[in-house]
């Protein structure tokens, strides 16, 4: 009998290699991006990582009882996860941006659509759907980020403060993936499992849309 692990991983096959064949993706791993696009990307970074950690704490804070194990694995993530946003805006400033304005910007469409997504399967739909987000984000940091962060370095002539963000999501998500499949294998509930699975779904979708924003 398969996990429940190996079923997201194969019931969401046919999203993940429509995300993964972007031209964008496809050009950040051979170094083929500009810095202007990097920059760009970094930007929708920000406005969407910013909401990890109040994503995650809307989460932990209505799963039922029955939950409680996930609930606490909810707060390792947060704790994890605190101040990411501020390691991308210092990569914007590394690359001569100016991190405050990014603050105060307004993100891409796709991005606040894929936000808003997020807040609204936490609240209306069934929170555990959100994990079907962890696993889009961590899965994709690991199949790209490092690999991306060298070539791009490579290519423009960087240095390692330019990539914080990257180079610990690609490292630190190996771990993550880990520990969000142990997670999932003890997922038992046939709808909960189906929402982690179609949620999962359309954040391949429109987590895909941010990157096909970027020009």
């Known amino acids: 009998m398969k996990k429940f692990y190996e079923e997201l991983v194969e019931g969401t096959e046919s999203e993940r290699n429509n995300l993964l064949s972007i031209p964008i993706l496809q050009s950040g791993v ?20 910013k909401y990890t950690v109040p994503l995650l704490m809307a989460c932990g804070s209505l799963l039922s009882e029955e939950y409680e194990w996930l609930r606490e694995a909810i707060g390792e993530y947060i704790e994890e996860e605190m101040g990411h946003q501020e390691w991308v805006l210092n990569d914007i400033s590394a690359l001569g941006g100016d991190k405050e304005a990014i603050r105060v910007s307004q993100p891409n469409i796709e ?15 069934n929170p555990i759907g959100f994990f079907g987000m962890v696993f889009v984000l961590e899965g994709t940091s690991i199949a790209l980020a490092t690999q991306a962060a060298e070539s791009i370095k490579k290519k423009n002539n960087l240095g390692n403060e330019a990539f914080s963000y990257l180079n610990s999501h690609g490292s630190l998500d190996i771990e993550h993936v880990a520990f969000f499949e142990n997670l999932m294998n003890k997922v038992t509930n046939q709808d909960d499992k189906d929402v982690i699975v179609h949620c999962a779904k359309v954040f391949y979708k429109l987590y895909g849309d941010i990157f096909r924003s970027i020009q």
């Not at 500009?34 to 920000?46: G, M, P, V, W």
């Not at 991005?111 to 739909?125: C, L």
């Open 30 to 49: 051979k170094g083929e991006i500009t810095i202007a696009q990097y920059k760009e990307f970094l930007t929708q970074a920000y406005h969407h990582v």
């Open 111 to 125: 991005t606040e659509v894929m936000v808003s997504y997020a807040w609204d399967t936490i609240h209306r739909v």
